[in-house]
Each structure stands twice: as C-alpha cells, then as structure tokens.
C-alpha cells in the first residue's frame, strides 16, 4: 500500500525556518531555501492491534522495544536500528514497516510505502492452564484467535492456538504455561561490502550494535551470524562501502 501527499514548498521553508531561528527572530529574517532533493527514510512501528504477547519484546536484538501488558501496548524506543526482526516475529502483523521519501521541487511530495515483511514460523507445541487460575477473563480478551474461553477456569482449544504467548504476559496469576517453536529470521536484505572503497576508519565497526562487523588486515569482516541486517553500519559510512540491499521475493 502505498500513500502520497504534497505539502507546498513555502509551507516547508517556514516550518524549518520556525525551528531553527533564535526566539528573537522571525521566520522571515532567518531566510531558508531548499533546492532539489530527494530524501529517504524508513520508520517502524506498532499499531493497536498489539495482542501484548511480547514476542517483539523478546526478539529485539537490541532491547528497543518496550514490554507489553494487560493495560499498555509495547511501544518501540529511539534506539531501534531498523533490522526488522521485530515485525517478522509479530504473529498478528499489527507492526509496521513503511519508506518514506521526500523529494523537493516546485512542491514537497511525500511517498510513504508500506513494505510486506514475511512472517516466521511460529507453532504452539503445548499449553497448559494450571490450578492458579482465577477465571478473571483477561486471557480471553487479547487471545487474537479466540482459543481461550473461560467458564469456571480458562480452557484453550489447541486447534486455533497459535503460540504467541499473549495469554501468558498478561495472566495476572501466572497460571499459563507455553511451550511453542519460533523459527529462523527470514534474510530478507544483503550487506554488500565495496572493499576498495573502504577507508579504514572503524566508523562501522564502532558503531554495529552486535559487534558483528570489524576491519581486519585492511578489510571489512563481517561476522553473519552476528550481523542481524540492520542499517546502521550502511547508513553510517562516510564513503558509502556499505551497501544494505533488499533481495527480491524470486531470490
């Protein structure tokens, strides 16, 4: 699904002028022109549909996602590198991952495209609702396959139960008990590596959030069992030797 909109190029001027002008100032005496370009980004986040089972939580490399619960959805934090895991890993798709792309012109156009990411594996192996259970019904209202049902205690129909565990974070009693099998992370992107072009100047290896990429002998060494395809090394280097690319769905 893809979403554009326009904004006027005046409009844009002013709103950066507003930002950087000192309070004495106005947007008029700060002066700011935009010329032609095109910009890039890539945001990820996480709708209400949050079941709060917590498995984006858990599978974040890089502990950028707050936990989820009965009264809060899980919220994703600042220091996210963009890798992804979290919205394979999402059982109910209700986390997304959109490029963005302003170009500049005569008129600023906003292109927002959101991008299919597939799903891992992911299957319930056993579930069990112990004696500690209250019948408070909190399992039951964020099942997001309505596998739970609660009478006198909470019954599960294993035929619908897909093992997301969002019966298990929320439970108050701790009374659920879960075992399921996640799969792989599905490589979706490559790192390409430009040898030539690299400068040696560790900005990569100093900034790679899994210490998975080094400079050894004069080359970039990337470690890929570490290395979890975020972008930060890519978008970091000064001399563009790296290279993060999406394979097609035929690769």
Known sequence: MDIVFKKKLDDLQRDVAL??????????EVG???????????????????????LCVEECPVDAITDSSASRAARILDNCVKCEICAQTCPVRCINVVESTATIDEDVTYNLEYLRIPHRTLRMRDIQVTDKCTACGTCERFCPTGAIRVGETAVV????????????????????????????VIETRKLMVDQDACVECLVCEENC????????????????????LCEVCSSKC???ALKLERLSDES
């Open 19 to 28: 930002k950087s002008m000192d309070l004495e100032e106005s947007p008029e």
């Open 157 to 184: 129909d294993r035929s619908i139960c897909i093992g997301c565990g969002a019966c298990v974070n929320v439970c108050p009693s701790d009374a659920i008990k879960l075992e399921r099998e996640l799969g792989p």
């Open 209 to 228: 959030p899994t210490g998975a990429i080094r400079i050894e002998d004069g080359e970039v060494v990337v470690d890929g069992d570490k290395c979890i």
């Open 32 to 54: 700011v022109e935009l010329g032609r370009c095109s910009v890039r980004d890539k945001f990820i986040d996480i709708t209400p549909k949050c079941v709060r089972c917590n």
């Open 238 to 240: 000064p001399v563009a």
